[in-house]
């Protein structure tokens, strides 16, 4: 298992999460209902509009997948030194 390519990948999926919910968050500030049709959701008579609705679960699950991204850039980092460090050790030295 390469754990390198793993935390790059992980890394993708966490800045596309993040790109969607910076769009989600702009279009849900344009689609947000003011004047009398936030009145009227408020009411109960008109639905919110979906992408308001789903911009902060967006928004946390961006948060989850940079999360999960920090810990595997810092798992591969660790693999990295410890490989590092076990071919050094184990490197003959030479003879005098």
Not at 33 to 52: F, M, R, S
Not at 58 to 66: D, H, I, P, Y
Not at 79 to 93: L, V, W, Y
Request: aromatic share 4%; net charge neutral; glycine share 10%.
């Amino acid at each position: 298992m390469n754990h390198e390519v793993i935390a790059t990948r992980i890394e993708n999926v966490s800045m596309a999460t993040g790109i969607l919910a910076g769009l989600s968050a702009a279009g849900a500030v344009l689609a947000e209902p003011t004047g009398l049709e936030a009145l009227g959701v408020w009411l109960g008579i008109t639905d919110q509009p979906l992408i308001v609705t789903i911009a902060p679960i967006l928004g946390t699950l961006a948060s989850v997948c940079g999360t999960i991204s920090g810990c595997t850039y810092f798992w591969a980092r660790r693999q990295n030194r410890r490989g590092n460090n076990s071919a050094t050790r184990d490197k003959p030295t030479p003879l005098e």
